[in-house]
């Protein structure tokens, strides 16, 4: 089997996801790339929680509509996704007997271990059914659950119980590592420098605020949970006057509330990152579900005219590269950005090779130098006034008021002209920065291509192989890189633009360079999969 | 550093009570080296374009998250944050809670003339009940907050009052404010010479209170706004307590991502 995929899904609270976790940590050992997409409600017990684990021996995050393995633990997911399944069923005896490899799951947790550890159990079968290393299985358990010995039972105990059913290959053990969106951003704001982050929890972006509050003693960074998402903008632009490298993350609703704060740190000149992961809007929406619905709002976000940058990443590699360019530009140009994550892109779990994290970190941002008086402000041939944090010995006024080269308000009309010309002026070098950093990415070619961003274009790349076309995917869209999608249409009769909103947002851009053809949309908080986007594409 | 205060051009009205704290601030600022300033939005805000001090001039409402970053980012320096009534009990009321909950270590200076007065006459949440005013041409039906009450149900480990009109006291209580540990909240009476001008009603009822006072619960309770009590002046509360910068701890950097993301 050099590619399956396997579902495993229970109630929230009996750790489906760590099961899925777990498989993923074995099938790496069998040198099986693994991604993980989560599914799950707002809510903390009960309902219905699922995980699909797409694993194959290159690697392909994203779905496709059949799954080869069905892990239930419970009868609802049995019942729930039985359409779903074209292989073999994994579920738990205790509450149902059918067809498939049955495992008291209940029975031996209760009496090997505890009642919650029923979820070992049902990887245990899942691992013998496949006849994979019991060895392997025990080590990466230990590694990932407490309570080693009642685990331990627990596997001896099935594996004594449970029959084999097939033969899992065993290919080399890959050196990847197994990172969620949230964790790899993480990683890139640290690659590049980052001193501080602030947050107030919100779904999908609260993973980071964990993982960092996790690792905070270790990188000496600090970790603030304000009050409120207005707090936090405002926190973190003090932060970052004062010469430290911030950032903070939310979602839409957040970054709304944030938007004051955008313009403020664009009129400060204050570098700042946001990392805005979508869910599905508007307002509250649907919470844990995916979208891709907040690009404009992204791009448009904060009043007056200013300058900012928007990236999209697709996958934990492009997060991590395009978090770490994020932080680094913010601070060279002095000015906002946003990662814009989605909800799919935040939670769900990429193979990442660890050579990605080799190379470049921080960029440094222009420091004052000079003798004489500071002028926070001072008019320069680029836009950029170079940087000096208080407590240097030199006055340093920041301000979201119009202000003169020093930071004293203005309303004189000369001066109001001059420094907003300054703060624009800056666009003319970053578009040339960013002309070298390969931000338009092309897969294959021919006279037919489909634009798309995010998360989407993943299943995008797939469906385009078989199919024949030409990927555009842009991971920046302010500023939006003209010529280098003017280049990528250069041949291009037909485009398809897709992507997971109901609008069209990407597509509204596009328009403005050229012609879109077809668009292709999806709005039900849920990712294209593989047979469902080849279907839209080419109708049979 | 020379000079406290710049020669730029002022535009506070003539006999703006902003001009007395400006005063005070000369000998309240004891090492404006080391000292960040931090304004709202509002004639109180314009008093950071005066000073000769690092400064950031934020949105209204917000300069309490912005004093709190700035001091997170460089806890060895001083940051104080000038407000006014309708900044940080209106618009930014959130931020000053939480912050006094915290026991951030900053100074709040809060300018407090009972009015929007840059936006030309509104009722804010210290107006007296029946101010008259542009959105209250009746009367304001509100009864006013008392912030030094709210101050002290939040946590603030230190709260004191002056008066715009009582230079020296003030200077005196700027140093106090600034450098006691943990969270200071300063209120500032200052008449409104243009909308609300309530230099004789302060003349005539603010007292200085000689030492913290023990029953400081009550004497915040003295005024509430409204009536027409007398009004203490002085330190109501000081309390030594452990700061959020404090608590706040971090460890050696090291930079090994590999380990990290190996859980």
């Known amino acids: ?540 | 550093m020379s000079q406290l205060i710049l020669p730029t051009k002022n535009s506070w009205c003539p006999g703006c009570g902003n001009f007395g704290i400006l005063k005070a601030l000369e000998k309240g600022i004891e090492e404006p080296d080391r000292t960040v300033a931090v304004s709202g939005i509002g004639c109180h805000g314009k008093i950071v374009d005066y000073l000769n001090l690092s400064s950031f001039y934020g949105l209204h409402g917000r300069p309490v998250p912005v004093a709190t970053g700035i001091k997170l980012a460089t806890p060895h320096l001083k940051v104080v944050a000038f407000s006014g009534d309708g900044d940080s009990l209106n618009e930014g009321i959130s931020h000053l809670i939480h912050a006094a909950k915290r026991n951030n270590d900053i100074t709040v200076i809060l300018h407090q003339n009972r009015n929007f007065a840059l936006t030309v006459k509104q009722f804010t949440a210290t107006s007296p009940r029946g101010f008259i005013s542009n959105s209250s041409p009746s009367g304001n039906i509100e009864d006013p907050l008392n912030p030094l009450d709210l101050m002290d149900a939040s946590g603030s480990s230190f709260i004191a009052r002056g008066s715009s009109l009582e230079i020296d006291h003030l200077s005196y209580l700027i140093r106090e404010a600034i450098s006691h540990r943990g969270f200071s909240f300063l209120e500032v009476l200052q008449p409104c010479v243009a909308w609300f001008d309530t230099t004789k009603e302060y003349k005539e009822k603010t007292y200085k209170m000689e030492e913290i006072p023990e029953n400081y619960k009550e004497k915040i309770k003295e005024w509430d706004y409204n009536n027409g009590s007398k009004i203490p002046l002085g330190i109501f509360k000081k309390e030594e307590k452990e700061t959020f910068e404090d608590r706040l701890k971090s460890g050696e950097k090291e930079v090994n991502l590999f380990e990290i993301a190996n859980g």
């Open chain 1, 1 to 540: 089997m050099d590619d399956f995929q396997i579902i495993v899904g229970g109630a929230a609270g009996e750790g489906s996801k760590v099961a899925s976790r777990l498989i993923a940590a074995i099938l790496k050992r069998y040198g099986y790339f693994t991604y993980v997409h989560e599914d799950y409600q707002s809510l903390v017990k009960g309902g219905h929680n699922f995980s699909i684990i797409r694993a194959s021996r290159e690697k392909k995050e994203f779905l496709k509509e059949k799954s080869d393995f069905l892990l239930a633990i419970n009868r609802d997911t049995f019942e729930r996704h039985i359409e779903k399944l074209d292989g073999l069923l994994i579920y738990n005896s205790d509450q149902m007997e059918e067809e498939g490899v049955g495992v008291n799951i209940q029975t031996i947790s209760r009496e090997e271990g505890k009642p919650f550890m029923a979820n070992t159990a049902l990887v245990a079968g899942f691992s013998k059914a496949l006849s994979i290393d019991k060895e392997i299985l025990k080590e990466e358990a230990i590694k990932m659950l407490s309570l080693r010995e009642e685990n331990e039972k627990i596997i001896e105990r099935v594996y004594r119980e449970v029959e084999e059913k097939m033969v899992l290959e065993k290919g080399e053990d890959l050196s990847h590592l197994l990172l969620t969106g949230n964790e790899a951003v993480s990683l890139g704001m640290l690659k590049a420098g980052l001193e501080h982050y602030y947050a107030y929890p919100m779904t999908p972006s609260t993973g980071i605020l964990h993982f960092l509050s996790k690792v905070k003693e270790k990188y000496k960074i600090k970790v603030f949970q304000a009050e409120n998402e207005i707090a936090v903008i405002n926190a973190a632009i003090g932060s970052a006057f004062s010469g430290k490298r911030t950032a903070v993350g939310t979602s839409g609703g957040g970054l709304a509330l944030m938007s004051e704060g955008v313009s403020l740190s664009a009129i400060s000149e204050t570098p700042m990152l946001i990392v805005e992961g979508q869910r599905m809007g508007p307002a509250t929406g649907v919470p844990t579900y995916s979208g891709q619905s907040d690009l404009l709002f992204s791009i448009n976000a904060g009043h007056g005219d200013f300058l900012k940058m928007v990236f999209t990443p697709s996958d934990g590699e492009e997060a991590f590269h395009l978090s770490k360019m994020a932080l680094n530009l913010s601070w060279k140009y002095q000015m906002p950005s946003i990662l814009l994550m989605d909800r799919d892109l935040c939670e769900n779990t990429f193979s990442f090779s660890p050579s990605v994290m080799e190379g470049e970190g921080k960029e440094e941002e222009i420091r004052w130098s000079d003798k004489g008086e500071y002028q926070r402000y001072q008019i320069t041939p680029e836009g950029i006034s170079p940087f000096l944090e208080p407590g240097r010995g030199q006055v340093v006024k920041g301000t979201g008021y119009e202000h003169n080269q020093k930071g004293i308000t203005t309303e004189e009309e000369g001066e109001i002209k001059e420094m907003q010309e300054k703060r624009i002026r800056k666009e003319e070098k970053l578009k040339e920065e960013l002309q070298g950093r390969g931000l338009v990415k092309v897969y294959g070619e021919g006279n037919r291509a489909i634009l798309s961003w995010g998360t989407t274009s993943l299943v995008v790349r797939e469906v385009a192989k078989e199919l024949n076309y030409k990927v555009i995917q842009p991971l920046i869209f302010s500023p939006l890189p003209e010529k280098e999608l003017q280049d990528a249409f250069e041949g291009v009769e037909e485009l398809i633009v897709v992507e997971c909103n109901y609008l069209g947002q990407a597509a509204s851009l596009i328009e403005k360079i050229r012609k879109v053809d077809r668009k292709i949309l999806k709005h039900s908080g849920r990712p294209f999969s593989l047979e469902e986007l080849r279907e839209k594409i080419c109708p049979n």
